[in-house]
């Protein structure tokens, strides 16, 4: 079964920065594509960053030169630093497998923007 577990989020000031972490087992971590993805209130989950098994990344247009996703295969864990967040990013955020997702979303990490 694989599990993913996020943490790192919290609350931050505009113009602040985070770093999210994800734990992922249950698989070859290696040989797995991963992302980010997040979720607003009422809002569609959307797809943040994705980092290939070889370490490619994309990004969406709205995070671009502002957040960066990084892979650590020795310790199955994928990050996502934030910077220079903006109340727009305010989301709970989800890490899984992609563009596949095998894990169950579970609760994931909660980001908060605000003065």
């Known amino acids: 079964q694989v599990r993913v577990l996020q943490s790192g989020g919290g609350l931050v000031q505009p113009g602040g920065s985070l770093r999210l972490s994800c734990v992922a087992s249950?698989?070859?971590?290696?040989?797995?594509?991963f992302a980010w993805y997040r979720q607003a209130p009422v809002k569609q989950r959307e797809l943040v960053a994705a980092?290939?098994?070889?370490?490619?990344?994309m990004y969406a247009d709205s995070v671009k030169g502002r957040f960066a996703i990084s892979r650590d295969n020795a310790e199955n864990t994928v990050y996502l630093e934030l910077n220079n967040l903006k109340p727009e990013d305010m989301a709970v955020y989800y890490c899984n497998t992609y563009p596949n997702q095998l894990a169950a979303w579970g609760q994931g990490t909660q980001v908060t923007v605000s003065q």
């Open positions: 980092i290939s098994s070889g370490g490619s990344t």
């Open positions: 249950g698989l070859i971590f290696n040989n797995y594509n």
